[in-house]
């Protein structure tokens, strides 16, 4: 609590350790079993100088390479988290790092999705998630009360996919569902082809959480400006919003949420500012050209979206006043975004609430109701 307000995360992140897969992984896939860079130490005083974990393969060869803006990202990181880092980030000083911005519960995401890679086999790519899982579960072990997992779920196949949800769920006790929202394999995710997925989410009664991922080797929009003048500028801000564009629109217009009316779904990490524009947009066009549609809506975009969507603010998006205008403040939720290199933490909440126009009602429900209506948590 902060400020008098109760405060749900609803997107911390973890920066996995270097034996994550070693540790947790079928042996069965043997040099093929991720593994980690141990994290540097500052020869000055000992202290961990990067977050996020590099992993390889046996034979040396790199599973999902990190960008060049990584290293310009660690080297602000050094300063800025110390202590968690002089703690190897482990689940100890993740409950320390929520009690020092004052957040009572907080659902955990992972930073490094090592399956969004296409000519992965389906079990290889399953079997990845998998480990991620069994690892969260004992990293909440911390304080079950107030770390909660985000189970990671992988698209190369909907039947193990549905497999794995339920045992993360049922076994594990995962509260969401963490997946990519990038085609994969020559299917989009309002394809047909998932439904079991989507009736297993409703069953388990635990929301879908769209996260896109940094450099998949998926088909990704943003990334068509790698390799030419000032990447980074392009890719790094524009990769998450544009990915959720595509994911709301898919979900809301694509028939998803028509037949499936119980989902609840969230799209994190990717502003909301987009949101009005995006909903005005789909409304016209589905008013214009209803007629066309393989798959008949019988309400309007914005609305499927306001009945079943939550989407995340970033804590400094002042325009998050122009969304509520818009669309209300029933769907907004909260994230640190902890421990990245644009958190605001430990001064996360305190920004967020700093934002001219924001009224108490409104942070009550962003802070709290809302995140926890997502999660089944209230």
Known sequence: MRDGLRILDSDMHVFEPHDLYLTYMNPKWGDRIPRGEVREKRQDKGLTLHGMTRYVLGDGTPIRPPGKAVHFHEQRQKDAYIKPASQNYNNFSQVEAMDVEGLDVAVQFRTAPLHTNEDFEPEYANDLCKAWNDWMYDFCGADRSRLKGSALITLHDVDLAVKEARRAVKELGAI??????????????????????????IDLDVPICFHPPARPNQIQVARRFEGHPNEDLLVNPLRNPVELILAVSAFCVGGVLEKFPKLRVAFLEGNCSWLPWLMYRMDE????????????LRKKPSEYFREQCFISADVDEALVVNVIDYMGDDNIVFSTDYPHIDSRWPEAV???????????ESLEKILWTNCARLYGLD
């Open 176 to 201: 969401g569902l963490s997946l990519c929202p990038e085609p994969i394999n020559g299917h989009h995710i309002h394809d047909r082809h998932f439904d079991p997925l989507w009736a297993e989410a």
């Open 285 to 296: 066009y589905c008013e214009l050209q209803g007629a066309m549609a393989e798959i008949p």
């Open 350 to 360: 305190s920004t967020f609430t700093s934002i001219s126009g924001l009224k108490k």
